[in-house]
T-cell receptor
Framework: KAGVTQTPRYLIKTRGQQVTLSCSPI?????VSWYQQTPGQGLQFLFE???????NKGNFPGRFSGRQFSNSRSEMNVSTLELGDSALYLC?????????????FGPGTRLTVL | QQQVKQSPQSLIVQKGGISIINCAYE??????FPWYQQFPGKGPALLIA?????SEKKEGRFTISFNKSAKQFSLHIMDSQPGDSATYFC?????????FGKGTHLIIQP
């Protein structure tokens, strides 16, 4: 089985712009979660989608949003980018909903905000 | 509020030795405790996970010890090898997403 894929792998944006990241889960997996990884804050949960519905949301501002399509692929959008949004954005897929299940991570998208 | 505390931040172990990383949690609702390994430029990879109904789980050279009353769990890597050099994260969850520890940078010296 192919693993979790994320595109693009690297992205450079300037403050105030918006960005869309994409994640394709493992075939058959219906849950996609997004995480932000920074040196200072570590790995932090953004949100989870299951069957096109947002199930859970972490403690991030409304500038961070996402959606999931009928084929389970997911996109994450960040509007009005700030310097502090520079991070590695990881998506993880799971066959079951909720965090208490085996999650498989993709390689991440490295976002740099200038 | 850091709900999962991980220590040490960094660890150097000789080849063949035992690497031990500890985590403590606060939320008693957590019912799933995985450990992840991350190499530079890669996403975290699940190593081993445990649920609170058992006190120990072993998979190859990796063992999780779990102490529910103390709200602590640890990862033991036996016969540590240079290829084990990576960053290790403990995590905990119940219904929401994973809550991660800050990570331990492990170096295995040949």
């Amino acid at each position: 089985k192919a693993g979790v894929t994320q595109t693009p792998r690297y992205l450079i944006k300037t403050r105030g712009q918006q960005v869309t990241l994409s994640c394709s889960p493992i075939s058959g997996h219906r849950s996609v979660s997004w995480y932000q990884q920074t040196p200072g804050q570590g790995l932090q949960f953004l949100f989870e989608y299951f069957s096109e519905t947002q199930r859970n949301k972490g403690n991030f501002p409304g500038r961070f949003s996402g959606r999931q399509f009928s084929n389970s692929r997911s996109e994450m959008n960040v509007s009005t980018l700030e310097l502090g949004d520079s991070a590695l954005y990881l998506c993880a897929s799971s066959s079951l909903a909720g965090g208490a299940n085996e999650q498989f991570f993709g390689p991440g998208t490295r976002l740099t905000v200038l | 509020q850091q709900q999962v505390k991980q220590s040490p931040q960094s660890l150097i172990v000789q080849k063949g030795g035992i690497s031990i990383i500890n985590c403590a949690y606060e939320n008693t609702a957590f019912d799933y405790f995985p450990w992840y390994q991350q190499f530079p430029g890669k996403g975290p990879a699940l190593l081993i996970a445990i649920r609170p109904d058992v006190s120990e789980k072993k998979e190859g050279r990796f063992t999780i010890s779990f102490n529910k009353s103390a709200k602590q769990f640890s990862l033991h890597i036996m016969d540590s090898q240079p290829g084990d050099s990576a960053t290790y994260f403990c995590a905990a969850s119940w219904a929401d997403g994973l809550t991660f520890g800050k990570g331990t940078h492990l170096i295995i010296q040949p």
